[in-house]
C-alpha cells in the first residue's frame, strides 16, 4: 500500500511569492490533513477534510492561506503571497478508521523556505 | 488550539534505562489516545495508542499507561535504544490536534 505522497520536498521562495504544496492520500482514506511544522515545535493543524468538504479550516490564515481537495482525493495547499514567518515543514496525512480508532498516516513533508 | 500538553521538553537517558513521557489532557469526550514518533527529516508515525476503557497498553519495549482520573497518559520506554532518539508526540485523536512534542536523547 503506497503512503502519503506530497511533492515537492523542499522548495525555496522569494517573500512575495506565491507557492503550493501537492498532497496524494493513502486510497481509500476520506479524512485529509494539513499541517504546519515549525522547527522544534509539534504539527500545527491548518485544515482538515471529510472527503470534499472542509470540516475544520479554523487554524487556516485565510488572507493568505487556501486550500482545496477536489474530487475528494488529491489536496492542494497554496500560499499567496508567502512571508518570511511562513518558512516551515508542511505535512500532510490522511487517516482511517481501524477498530473505532482514527490512525493517521504522515507524508514527509515539503521543506519551505522564504528568503 | 494545544488540547494536550507534554512534558517534559527534552529528555535524555542511557541506553537500557526507561524514557518516560507524559501528557495531559482536557476534553474528557477524547476516547482514543495515540502517541507518534518523529525522526528527523520524516513525517511523524504513529507509535501506540490506548483506549480509554484500559489502564495499560504493552506492544513490545513500549508501554502506554493511562490515568482517567488525573487526565493523564504516559509513555514508557522500557531499554531505551540509541535508535529510539526521536520527538514524541501525544494527541488528541478526534481533531489529530497535537501536542508540543518530547525530544528523546538516547546515549549509547
Known amino acids: 500500500e503506497a503512503g502519503v505522497v506530497q511533492s515537492p520536498r523542499y522548495k525555496i521562495i522569494e517573500k512575495k511569492q506565491p507557492v503550493a504544496f501537492w498532497c496524494n492520500p493513502i486510497?481509500?482514506?476520506?479524512?485529509l490533513y494539513w499541517y504546519r511544522q515549525n522547527l522544534g515545535q509539534g504539527p500545527e493543524l491548518l485544515i482538515r477534510?471529510?472527503?470534499?468538504?472542509?470540516?475544520?479550516d479554523s487554524q487556516l490564515p485565510k488572507d493568505r492561506f487556501s486550500a482545496e481537495r477536489l474530487k475528494g482525493v488529491d489536496s492542494t495547499l497554496k500560499i499567496q503571497p508567502a512571508e518570511l514567518g511562513d518558512s516551515a515543514v508542511y505535512l500532510c496525512?490522511?487517516?482511517?478508521?481501524?477498530?473505532?480508532?482514527?490512525?493517521?498516516?504522515f507524508g514527509q513533508g515539503t521543506r519551505l523556505t522564504v528568503v | 488550539q494545544q488540547q494536550v500538553k507534554q512534558s517534559p521538553q527534552s529528555l535524555i537517558v542511557q541506553k537500557g534505562g526507561i524514557s518516560i513521557i507524559n501528557c495531559a489532557y482536557e476534553?474528557?469526550?477524547?476516547?482514543?489516545f495515540p502517541w507518534y514518533q518523529q525522526f528527523p527529516g520524516k513525517g511523524p508515525a504513529l507509535l501506540i495508542a490506548i483506549r480509554p476503557d484500559v489502564s495499560e497498553k504493552k506492544e513490545g519495549r513500549f508501554t502506554i499507561s493511562f490515568n482517567k482520573s488525573a487526565k493523564q497518559f504516559s509513555l514508557h520506554i522500557m531499554d531505551s535504544q540509541p535508535g529510539d532518539s526521536a520527538t514524541y508526540f501525544c494527541?488528541?485523536?478526534?481533531?489529530?490536534?497535537f501536542g508540543s512534542g518530547t525530544r528523546l536523547l538516547v546515549r549509547p
Open positions: 477534510y471529510e472527503n470534499e468538504e472542509a470540516v475544520d
Open positions: 476534553n474528557t469526550a477524547f476516547d482514543y
Open positions: 496525512a490522511s487517516s482511517n478508521v481501524f477498530e473505532g480508532s482514527i490512525r493517521a498516516f
Open positions: 486510497s481509500g482514506h476520506n479524512t
Open positions: 494527541a488528541e485523536a478526534y481533531k489529530l490536534i
